[in-house]
């Protein structure tokens, strides 16, 4: 669906995004995250095709429109449009028109719980209705591919909350969707891979699931110093991290939680408490941009 090979953009001096290579399968739905100035905005304008590369190649849908919707992050509304004229609009860039351009229209509207305000002014719509006409005017035309740039900006915890549901039904779909946000549980909600931009490159990429499998850790507290125990814990596994008071097994040093528990029970410790996780995106997050 999508696959950019080295590709680089400078504005004058700065590189906005460097060697980036990078391959979306159809149906996948990518979380970008990344620090503000990653390079987020610039790769779905290259994708999109609002800006070209200077090294490198993209290929993706067929143009932005009808093979890709694209919501901007920041998208300027003629707001004494109503809904739908603003939308007819959109559909006559995308050469439909007619009985066509209103099926679509309200297609549109109803994926995003919208068509109750076909006929609003948008300057009498509420930011979270801004936001799904955004979604909206991104699925005229029913494009397979959609770039979604940080949709849920500015919302509170309910409305993201509802673009999120749009999100996942559109997922749901078998759309292809690239979600660019700052909120990492809206991208752990709905995305199935992801990657992590910092300074025009990719730093982090996985899926979803294996990011979020990845590093598994149990930590064994005590009230007493197990600065004695260290040697005999290093020899027990290489994963085992020792603390003055605390242990931290990762890996496959998990397997070893009883056989140490018994140990310290034996030496006579007391064991406080257990914990046992995994990493999480936000320390995924935390690593990649530091």
Known sequence: MIQLQQVTKRYYMLTALNSVSLQVRAGEVLGVLGPNGAG???LFKLIAGILQPDAGTIVAANGVWPGMGYKPERLLYPNKMRVTEYLRLIAGLCNITGADAERTIRRSLEQVNLLGAANKRI????????????????LIGDPPLLLLDE??????????????????????????????????????AVCSHLIILNQGQIHYENSMENALAERPHATIRTTQDLT???PLMQSLHTDIETHPME???????????????????????????????????AEIYAEAVQ
């Open 40 to 42: 987020k905005t610039t």
């Open 123 to 138: 300057k009498d719509c509420s930011k979270g209705m801004r936001q799904r006409l955004g979604l909206a005017q991104a």
């Open 151 to 188: 949709p849920s900006n500015g919302l509170d915890p309910e409305g993201q909350a509802d673009i999120q549901r749009h999100i996942r039904a559109l997922r749901d779909a078998g759309k292809t969707i690239l979600l660019s946000s700052h909120q990492l549980h809206e991208v752990t």
């Open 228 to 230: 004695p125990l260290h």
């Open 247 to 281: 242990l931290i097994l990762n890996n496959e040093a998990i397997r070893l939680r009883r056989q140490v528990m018994s140990i310290l029970l034996s030496a006579g410790y007391d064991i406080v408490q257990v914990d046992q996780r995994r990493v999480t995106l």
